[in-house]
């Protein structure tokens, strides 16, 4: 099974601040991940697909990088509705599909 | 607009059983793969179950394989998940959601086993 580690678990950030949270798979997953953002009491939404694709209708502010075992996403400048909980996903070799553990993004 | 809307969940019994619904609209159902997906109060995601488009091919996550049966019927547009000898800990809200890149998602619905 591949085994997606989420760095860090948490975070305290102002807005404007820029924030990064990475995911390391436990082998080689090529681009084969996506980021998603949760918001309390809602859905997952996905941000970024093949590591790397802005979803249509995200800010351009998220971005994200890497190949292979590491990835990162990025949040150029936070914004109030940003702060949410992300999650990494790979679906490079499965069963079992696996998420990262999530990052939770507070308010400093 | 595509939408996903899980039903089905509420309190049961350890031991008991349930059927989840996803209700798909606005796309095509039966050229997507799906999956179920649940969330412990206060906990992450975990990935439980994954479908093909025609149902052909089908698998589980260990923590409910032998309990869980997904399906689906693609005439009618859903998603279904069986879940039998419920256990405390499968108390969680569950999500379906579409294709091997898990987008969109439903809303959830909230499973308590007590």
């Known amino acids: 099974d591949i085994q997606m580690t989420q760095s860090p678990s948490s975070l305290s950030a102002s807005v404007g601040d820029r924030v990064t949270i990475t995911c390391r798979a436990s082998?080689?997953?090529?681009?084969?991940l996506g980021w998603y953002q949760q918001k309390p009491g809602k859905a997952p939404k996905r941000l970024i697909h093949g590591a790397s694709n802005l979803q249509s209708g995200v800010p351009s502010r998220f971005s994200g990088s890497g190949s292979g075992t590491e990835f990162t996403l990025t949040i150029s400048s936070l914004q109030p509705e940003d702060f949410a909980t992300y999650f990494c996903l790979q679906h490079n070799n499965y069963p079992p599909l696996t998420f990262g553990g999530g990052t939770k993004v507070e308010i400093k | 607009e595509v939408r996903l809307e899980e039903s089905g969940g509420g309190l049961v019994r350890p031991g008991g059983s349930l059927r989840l619904s996803c209700a798909a609209s606005?796309?095509?159902?039966?050229?997507?793969?799906m999956n179920w997906v649940r969330q412990a109060p206060g906990k992450g995601l975990e990935w439980i179950a994954y479908t093909s488009s025609t149902g052909e091919t089908i698998y589980y996550a260990d923590s409910v394989k032998g309990r869980f049966t997904i399906s689906r019927d693609n005439a009618k547009n859903s998603l279904y998940l069986q879940m039998r000898n419920l256990r405390v800990e499968d108390t969680a809200f569950y999500f379906c959601?579409?294709?091997?890149?898990?987008?969109?998602w439903g809303q959830g619905t909230l499973v308590t086993v007590s």
């Open positions: 606005g796309f095509s159902f039966s050229s997507f793969e």
């Open positions: 959601a579409r294709g091997i890149g898990f987008d969109p």
């Open positions: 082998q080689d997953i090529r681009n084969d």
